[in-house]
Nanobody, 123 residues
Framework: VQLQASGGGLVQAGGSLRLSCATS???????MGWFRQAPGKEREFVAA???????YYADSVKGRFTISRDNAKNTVYLQMNSLEPEDTAVYYC???????????????????WGRGTQVTVSS
């Protein structure tokens, strides 16, 4: 499975961005996750979307970020609103075909990753 994240950029605090993750497989057959990694920090969970459409979010982004997918385009999105400087990181999308709920937030359980896209939020 090949993944390609895009849509990052530079935005002022309070602004919005929408990230896209295009895949070579049917997104409905995978758990899709968004993670981010800031310099000097570990990769951290942002959001996940499971096969049945259930969504999961890190506490730090609840109410601001929304994960969704377009099955016809095999693409997963991350709509990011009310961005904060603390959201600055490289954002990665991951996929896995057989995750249980308790594993969604741990990047080691994802088998497939795309290259990241940089998001920079200025204050």
């Amino acid at each position: 499975v090949q993944l390609q994240a895009s849509g990052g950029g530079l935005v002022q605090a309070g602004g919005s961005l929408r990230l896209s993750c295009a895949t070579s497989a049917r997104t409905r057959n995978y758990v899709m996750g968004w993670f981010r990694q800031a310099p000097g920090k570990e990769r951290e969970f942002v959001a996940a979307l499971n096969k049945s459409g259930g969504t999961y979010y890190a506490d730090s982004v609840k109410g601001r970020f929304t994960i969704s997918r377009d099955n016809a385009k095999n693409t997963v999105y991350l709509q990011m609103n009310s961005l904060e400087p603390e959201d600055t990181a490289v954002y990665y999308c991951g996929a896995d075909g057989a995750l249980i709920t308790s594993s969604y937030s741990n990047p080691i359980h994802y088998d497939y990753w795309g290259r990241g896209t940089q998001v920079t939020v200025s204050s």
